[in-house]
């Protein structure tokens, strides 16, 4: 959770809608573990091959002025891209955040995100501390915060004065996505369940739109309040709801809004839904499809759904060969024989750890019975040395193993695995029982194994 809350208030930009603009940037990204980094905006990516020695210039179009996220294998920023952009960018990716720099016409703009990221990180600490604080502490902190970005913002000379107008709103979105979060984050971090703000909290802004393109692609924040306001209502009274009636709930919602780009990105969303397991994906692709208007997205689901049509129990499954905590290599092939339950999971994801004692106690129970059991991780090779620390300091047993290129490892890819934790349970022939299997602390799972005979 701290990674997300920390992009949360890291990544604030600002834009207006444009015709398409060519730009140019250029710089040089040193120490990159791929060589290559990426730009993505709303419906844009663009990637841009480095050379030997780091350095790159490139010469694209864009459809809008403003958010765009320059990311490398193991680092992301924020990026401000407009109308007569042509930027410098220089950074060293083993010391990203502290050396990354801009020069050239856009420098102003990108440089204040850097500060303010910067800012923002230093005033928050840690998300614990910031989050456990009472509510009248709280409140003071929020405003100190506020008070210290306009610092920033009205100190900074900006070249744009379209970035200028709606970074100010920005910072209002900021301010009102921080009121937001304190309820569920305090009651999470202050480990106070069903934890309630006093009548003398802060109101959000019920006035706000919240169906502006142009704030859309002008701020991040705005995109959190809009998101949290749209589950909170499609969420109401959801408890008993099939996955299909919620589903359905989702899509009435979407398609009462206006912007086109706040509707792809909850399409986007809802894309999560269509994998292997949910008997309803075939027609919510046919409703996500009829409905988006961005292309790549739409070709990239199509490749997803493809995909997961071949993932039906009695087809073979797709293979894995890959490092084992133990040394040397393991394969599906190796395990032939025996049912194997595969957990894919990361250090990183609290849902994944979390289901760790659980998953002992099964593996437990099933000791020495035709099964094995297959932890496989899609952690980043930079922690590498993390995840060897946490299968030794957890005493993680079955067979333990690292991926060879995280979330693009083929394996993970041929299973269209987005969100982790996801559990497959393959037959002693190597074929698919489910590909997506209840996971360790769900009873169903034992039924599962009894139905399929594993004794």
Not at 80 to 107: E, P, Q, V
Not at 223 to 236: D, H, Y
Request: charged share 25%.
């Amino acid at each position: 959770m701290k990674n997300t809350l920390y992009l949360l208030m890291i990544l604030v930009l600002s834009s207006f809608a444009l015709p398409a603009e060519t730009i140019t940037i250029s710089g040089k990204i040193s120490n990159t573990e791929e060589k290559k980094i990426k730009i993505k905006g709303e419906s844009f990516n663009k990637e841009i091959a480095l050379k030997p020695d780091g350095s790159f210039s490139e010469t694209f179009p864009i459809s809008y002025s403003g958010s765009y996220t320059l990311s490398t294998k193991n680092n992301r920023a924020s990026l401000y891209l407009a109308k007569g952009t042509k930027l410098n960018i220089t950074a060293d990716d083993a010391n990203f955040n502290t050396s990354l720099a801009f020069s050239g016409n856009g420098s102003v703009e990108n440089q204040y995100l850097v500060k303010k990221g910067q800012l923002v990180n230093t005033m928050l600490g840690n998300p614990q501390t910031f989050y456990s604080q009472d509510e009248t502490t709280y409140v003071n902190k929020n405003k100190e915060l506020k008070t210290a970005v306009l610092g920033l913002y009205n100190s900074t000379k900006f070249t744009d004065a379209g970035f200028k107008k709606n970074e100010q709103k920005s910072i209002d979105y900021f301010e009102q996505l921080l009121l937001l979060n304190y309820p569920a984050y305090h009651a999470h971090y202050a480990k106070k369940e069903n934890f309630k703000p006093s009548e003398s909290f802060p109101k959000l802004d019920t006035t706000l739109d919240m169906d502006s393109d142009n704030d859309f692609l002008f701020s991040n924040p705005y995109k959190q309040l809009i998101a949290a306001r749209f589950n909170q209502k499609v969420s109401e009274n959801s408890a008993n709801l099939t996955e299909k009636e919620l589903s359905d709930r989702i899509l009435t919602e979407i398609k009462k809004i206006k912007s086109p780009n706040i509707k792809n990105s909850f399409l986007q969303n809802l894309g999560y839904q269509i994998r292997a397991g949910n008997t309803e994906s075939e027609a919510l692709y046919k409703e996500i499809m009829a409905l988006s208007t961005d292309n790549k997205f739409k070709e990239d689901l199509t490749e997803k759904f493809n995909k997961i049509k071949g993932l039906i129990p009695g087809k073979p499954s797709p293979k894995f060969n890959y490092e084992n905590y133990k040394g040397g290599q393991t394969s599906l092939d190796n395990l032939k024989g025996k049912f194997v339950y595969i957990d894919v999971w990361a250090t990183w994801c609290g849902p994944c750890r979390q289901e760790i004692p659980f998953l002992q106690k099964v593996e437990e129970q099933y000791h020495g019975k035709n099964i094995e059991f297959v932890s496989i991780s899609i952690d980043a090779k930079k922690d590498y040395d993390k995840w060897k620390k946490l299968v030794d300091e957890k005493k993680l047993g079955g067979i333990q193993l690292f991926a060879d290129n995280d979330w693009s490892s083929q394996f993970i890819k041929e299973y269209g695995i987005e969100s982790i934790p996801r559990f497959i349970l393959v037959d002693p022939n190597g074929n698919i029982v489910t590909a997506d299997a209840p996971r360790p602390s769900d009873p169903q799972l034992t039924e599962l194994f009894t139905k399929q005979g594993v004794k």
